[in-house]
């Protein structure tokens, strides 16, 4: 096999074709092929970190809905603690009023048993006068009759 000058000449075109080829197309299409890839590595990356970035924020969600749910809970269970002294306050204040208004009723019954008592001492003391005044009408020993009066208010004076 020989080589000659077309051969070479072709070799040197090829080479040239290929430098050329490499320099005008090759070089751009794999620059734009590495961009390419770094932006879909990039999308990826992004991705990820919106999906981790979602998995915190739920995480978050969750913590906030259970501190939430306790908060709500204490808010409860504080209401209804006061809500059970409050009626028990009323049921206590019920209960004093009540004392109250039965000590007032007592202390009233006891007056009006006292004015009962003035009134039958004193119609007590009309009707001693008054047997006073038949006795000494009908008789007029008043030594005997005094102690007879004094016996009789006495009588009626210790029952009262």
């Known amino acids: 096999m020989s080589i000659d000058l077309t051969f070479v000449a072709q070799i040197i075109v090829f080479v040239t074709m290929v430098a050329v ?3 005008l197309l090759y070089g751009p299409l794999n620059d734009l ?4 890839a770094k932006k879909i590595a990039e ?5 990820e970190a919106g999906l981790e970035a979602r998995a915190e924020a739920e ?3 969750a913590r906030l809905l259970d501190d939430a749910r306790a908060k709500a809970h204490e808010i409860i269970a504080a209401a209804e603690h006061r ?3 409050i009626n028990e306050e009323a049921v206590t204040k019920a ?3 009540a004392e109250g208004i039965l000590d007032a009723a007592r202390e009233e019954v006891r007056a009006e048993v006292n004015r009962a008592r ?6 007590v003391a009309a009707v001693a006068l008054l047997a006073a005044e038949k006795v000494i009408e009908s008789e007029l020993d008043a030594a005997r009759h005094g102690k007879l009066i004094d016996s009789i208010v006495e009588k009626g004076f210790g029952a009262a």
Request: charged share 40%.
């Open 118 to 123: 003035q009134e039958l001492r004193k119609e």
């Open 59 to 61: 995480a978050e969600i």
């Open 43 to 47: 999308g990826l990356a992004a991705a």
């Open 83 to 85: 809500a059970n002294e």
């Open 95 to 97: 209960r004093q009023e």
């Open 21 to 23: 080829l490499w320099k």
């Open 33 to 36: 092929m590495e961009a390419r």
